[in-house]
């Protein structure tokens, strides 16, 4: 099993605004996630330096400079190295998605996680089938299930 290792950060805007006094918590989920048995297939390392995946919670107007993204979107590069959350979305979810708040987190990173391994958008495959996780269910997913997994 291939290992990605990562760092996780809170931007201090971020930290800030929502007077995250304690992000092990949030870097708790986010390798819970990661590591899912129904996740990507890898071992997931978090670390504190020399990482090949850069996860950093941030404010809509930093992914907005970063990515352009004007829906308050989260973001990551494409077979790249940074990954950035949306901070208003992992505090709030996103209706249109169908999932509750720990649901929507875990949805989020894998997605995020899915392009940085080189993962494109897909679309709803058909009526009551699980949204892949590849699909972009904050914006909403149609005729699919809600869906976690990656398989």
């Known amino acids: ?10 931007d201090s805007d971020v930290q800030k605004l929502y007077n995250i006094t304690d992000p092990e918590n949030i870097a708790f989920l986010i390798a819970t996630y990661l590591n899912s048995p129904r996740g990507w297939g890898y071992f997931f390392e978090p670390v504190t330096k020399n ?3 850069l996860i950093r919670l941030s404010s809509p107007k930093t992914i907005k400079n ?21 901070a208003d979305r992992w505090f709030h979810g996103a ?9 929507y987190r875990q949805y989020v990173v894998l997605h995020e996680m899915g ?12 009526k009551g089938c699980p949204a892949p996780i590849m699909m972009q269910q904050t914006l909403g997913i149609g005729e699919c299930k809600p869906n976690t997994h990656v398989r």
């Open 66 to 86: 970063k990515c352009g993204l004007p829906q308050n979107l989260s973001c990551a590069e494409m077979n790249g190295k940074n990954m950035y959350l949306n």
């Open 51 to 53: 990482e090949d995946v």
């Open 115 to 126: 392009h940085i391994l080189g993962h494109e958008h897909k679309k709803c495959p058909c």
């Open 95 to 103: 209706p249109k998605s169908n999932q509750n708040l720990d649901g």
């Open 1 to 10: 099993m291939k290992t990605i290792r990562y760092r996780f950060v809170v």
